[in-house]
């Protein structure tokens, strides 16, 4: 019985044995079971993560299609950036998963081939300029430049798309392109002369067109004062006639004679051999820029704080047509062919207007706003009809809040701006202005030169996205307002609110 009782135990044992080890087997199946679940899933959702693709690269795709466009175009366009997104999103979404955006990426890819060797040290930036910089925009479709003047949406960039650089190291600042040097082309050997006459602030300066010597320049008092600045600087006639500040002038195209626009609401009209006003025009408000028409010398554009931009005939005064706007029309340039003339205004918009070289008929176009994100006076509108970075016509802007725009201009598209560029500066007090560079060659930067409120003069590369100020010049004593240059790209001229007015001559280069 003793021996049956122990088999019996054993057997007993062996088969809890027997059943533990199949529980062991068991679970360990289960654990197998959740750990090619749980592989599978996580291969599922890395294959979901490669399908999902960035949404900025389909904003083209959502543009609506205007009743006269090209169907055909248009999906061959759609196409194309499909195919584009694919071959692309892959890569970003890895930069973007490593804690870099997009701009890293593209400076990256963009990068030198001995870019670790040339990386220089970065220059000290001037105190309170620092630089916003963003990327130029991918070549725009007709649907995308067409667009009309009644639409809302601003084209030409938005404030999210601007990427802000601070003087912290960053991901932009290790993969970025290596630093130009200080520009030897922008070196000066000194001042040239020096105009202290006047005791008002100097508010406008220009040189005469196509002339290396004549130059002019407006102050507070009302007074013009024109000036050689030959080998024998002097002055050489005082117009007086203006009973307020001189906002703006203008020479025609033989520099025998200037339009004037003042404060005290009136369009003056200068013999300059004369010394003599041969002509007032009387308005009801404040005129504030004024220009001749380039191909037809005849019609003159002025801008007042009224919101019209009038146009009259310079033989009689009349008034032969005007164009409303939504404010104060504070700045004004016309391009080359005299087709389109850009204005600014005093919530800081850009117009783009349509002018008849033979009537003088105006007609908007269309609407822009500059890079500024608050609105504010716009000082500054210069067309140039070649630049570097948009390799086309270009305008240049500047607002009381110191921020300068800079727009490639679509002539075929009538006028219609796309932003490039900003540059943003400490806000003003004075009505300070800007004013392109001479272009020095097709391989080094795009330089636009600029007062400020530290009496200094600042030259900065709008192809650098940090540490834009590449010169500066001292001399003067207070706020420096005016800024510009002379046919002949050698002297640079510039005033500021105690009445100088300082040459400046430019060293020669090879």
Same mark, same amino acid.
């Given at each position: ?384 009809? $070649? ?71 600042? $030259? ?51």
């Amino acid at each position: 019985m003793a021996d049956q009782n122990d088999s019996k135990i054993v057997q007993e044992l062996d088969t809890d044995d027997e059943i533990q080890s199949q529980r062991r087997e068991k679970m360990e199946v289960d654990n197998n079971g959740d750990a090619t679940s749980s592989a599978q899933q996580q291969h599922k959702e890395e294959e979901e993560k490669k399908h999902v693709y960035d949404p900025e690269v389909y904003s083209c795709l959502l543009q609506p299609i205007a009743s006269d466009s090209d169907l055909r175009y248009v999906g061959i366009r759609r196409f194309l950036l499909f195919r584009k997104a694919n071959s692309g999103v892959h890569q970003r979404f890895d930069w973007r998963c490593n804690g870099k955006g997009y701009v890293a990426y593209r400076n990256f890819i963009n990068r030198p081939r001995n870019w670790e060797n040339l990386l220089l040290q970065s220059h000290t930036s001037t105190p309170n300029q620092s630089g916003r910089w963003i990327a130029s925009p991918a070549p725009l479709s007709l649907l995308f430049e067409a667009e009309s003047y009644h639409s809302s949406r601003n084209l030409g960039g938005s404030n999210n798309a601007r990427t802000s650089f601070s003087s912290s190291t960053s991901d932009y600042e290790r993969y970025d392109r290596p630093r130009k040097k200080a520009e030897p082309a922008y070196s000066f050997v000194g001042m040239h002369c020096i105009f202290d006459q006047c005791k008002f602030a100097v508010t406008v300066l220009k040189f005469g067109h196509m002339s290396s010597d004549l130059l002019a320049y407006g102050a507070a008092d009302g007074s013009l004062t024109v000036c050689s600045v030959s080998e024998s600087p002097s002055v050489t006639k005082q117009l007086l006639g203006h009973s307020k500040d001189v906002t703006d002038f203008d020479f025609t195209t033989n520099n025998q004679y200037i339009a004037s626009t003042s404060l005290d609401k009136t369009v003056r009209v200068w013999d300059i051999s004369r010394g003599l006003c041969i002509r007032v025009i009387y308005g009801v408000s404040s005129q504030w820029c004024i220009r001749f028409h380039p191909v037809n010398n005849n019609f003159l554009s002025v801008g007042n704080s009224s919101k019209e931009i009038n146009v009259y005939n310079f033989s009689t005064g009349r008034l032969i047509n005007k164009q409303v706007v939504d404010d104060e029309v504070t700045a004004m340039d016309h391009d080359h062919t005299g087709q389109l003339l850009f204005c600014g205004d005093a919530q800081g918009c850009i117009y783009t207007i349509r002018m008849d070289s033979r009537s003088g008929l105006l007609s908007r176009v269309h609407r822009n706003r500059t890079g500024s994100k608050r609105k504010s006076l716009v000082t500054v509108v210069q067309y140039r009809t $070649f630049s570097l970075l948009a390799r086309g016509p270009v305008l240049l802007t500047c607002t009381q809040d110191g921020s300068l725009a800079f727009f490639s201009v679509a002539l075929e598209v009538q006028g219609y701006l796309t932003l490039r560029c900003s540059l943003k500066l400490t806000p003003r007090v004075h009505r300070i202005q800007a004013s392109f560079c001479p272009l020095l060659s097709l391989e080094k930067g795009e330089y636009i030169v600029a007062g400020s409120e530290d009496s200094n003069v600042y $030259f900065y590369d709008l192809t650098r996205p940090r540490h834009t100020c590449v010169n500066k010049l001292q001399g003067h004593s207070s706020s420096v307002i005016g800024i510009t240059w002379n046919s002949g790209e050698n002297f640079l001229a510039s005033s500021d609110s105690s009445g100088t007015v300082i040459v400046w001559k430019r060293a020669k280069t090879s």
